[in-house]
């Protein structure tokens, strides 16, 4: 497809299952980033990636969340011993630059449930 | 510490203008947006603005003040398919790194 997609784009754990959440970003977009969005809030930053390199992760709440893109496209979050105050929609987005000006592509989300 | 604030809902009448403010202090500013996201879809993105003043396109325009933390997006001619919630969006010292706001829900009735 032409945008960023995600999935699954619902899924349901029961605390202490780990998830993991996969995003393919638009094809030669070497900026990648993940945000975290509570239901009525915005986006919350989580993590960024430039080809494979994690360059800040900053935004990751705890140890319990990994994200990786190995091979500088496709990207995973990875939620270990999920707890309910996980439960959200994650959103991913890319970008063709790395600097400058030019916005991000959002795809659509994964919502996350933690029961 | 980063603080991103916008008005938490509006209402307005089909035909009618919106304006949403938006106030930010940011350690760092390197541009804002606006993205438009409707239930359960993909935030969209509006506008950017990096130099003061308004950026106009078509029925939705943006406009910046750094000296005063300060950005508005107007939309003008509102349609039904404007109800959203509307982001506000600062890139402060990190490339990238998008601080947002709670984004304001935009309720328009006929």
């Known amino acids: 497809g032409a945008g960023v997609s995600q999935s699954p784009r619902y899924k349901v754990a029961k605390r202490g299952q780990d998830v993991a959440l996969r995003c393919d970003p638009i094809s030669g977009h070497v900026s990648l980033f993940w945000y975290q969005q509570a239901l009525g809030q915005g986006p919350e930053f989580l993590t960024y990636f430039q080809n494979e390199a994690q360059l800040d992760k900053s935004g990751l709440p705890s140890d319990r969340f990994f994200a990786e893109r190995p091979e500088g496209s496709v990207s995973t979050l990875k939620i270990q011993r999920t707890q309910q105050e996980d439960s959200a929609v994650y959103l991913c987005?890319?970008?063709?630059?790395?600097?400058?000006?030019?916005?991000?592509?959002f795809g659509e989300g994964s919502r996350l449930t933690v029961l | 510490g980063q603080n991103i604030d916008q008005p938490t809902e509006m209402t307005a009448t089909e035909g009618a203008i919106v304006q949403i403010n938006c106030t930010y202090q940011t350690s760092g500013f390197n541009g804002l947006f606006w993205y438009q996201q409707h239930a359960g879809e993909a935030p969209t993105f509006l506008s950017y603005n990096v130099l003061d003043g308004l950026e106009e396109k078509g029925r939705f325009s943006s406009f910046l003040s750094r000296s005063k933390g300060y950005s508005y997006l107007l939309l003008k001619e509102l349609q039904m398919k404007d109800s959203a919630s509307y982001l506000c969006?600062?890139?402060?010292?990190?490339?990238?790194?998008?601080?947002f706001g709670a984004g304001t829900q935009v309720v328009v009735t006929p």
């Open positions: 969006a600062v890139r402060d010292d990190s490339w990238g790194k998008l601080q």
């Open positions: 987005a890319s970008s063709p630059r790395t600097q400058g000006t030019g916005e991000l592509f």
